[in-house]
């Protein structure tokens, strides 16, 4: 299942605005997720106090027990993350387990520096946003 982590922006959804969507795909077995997921919290409580309008949505799925959101993509490096503004994925792939790297990929997505990688992407890549967003709270 996956856990949405805390305190989602949702007024700049209400207004009409998609939220980016920053899913970070892990594994609970892996230790590295687990520091991760500290990180993750602290990145985002970063960048909503830097940009309090902005409308982000921080979820975080395991892989095996959220296998039928994953669908067939094979993740193979951890922490696996996506950016996503509506169905259009504008960064898919492992990142380095930094704050100042999740928050660098945040800004730079908010700020429209991110454009999206369909043509690059595999199908069951780019369907993730849409099965994520279905799920929970998205």
């Not at 169905?87 to 945040?106: I, K, S």
């Amino acid at each position: 299942m996956s856990v949405p982590l805390p305190s989602p922006s949702t007024s700049a959804h209400l207004a009409g605005v998609e939220p980016l969507l920053v899913a970070c795909l892990c594994a609970q077995w892996c230790r590295t997720c687990d520091a991760y997921r500290d990180t993750l919290v602290a990145a985002r409580d970063a960048v909503r106090r830097a940009r309090p309008e902005a409308a982000l949505r921080f979820l975080w799925v395991d892989i095996e027990d959220e296998s039928e959101l994953v669908g067939d993509l094979d993740i193979e490096d951890f922490p696996t993350l996506l950016l996503a503004r509506g169905d259009a994925v504008l960064f898919f792939g492992p990142v380095l387990p930094h704050a100042q790297t999740l928050e660098r990929l945040v800004r730079s997505a908010m700020d429209g520096a991110a454009p999206p990688m369909a043509a690059r992407l595999g199908p069951d890549v780019v369907a993730l946003p849409a099965r994520l967003r279905a799920h929970d709270e998205l």
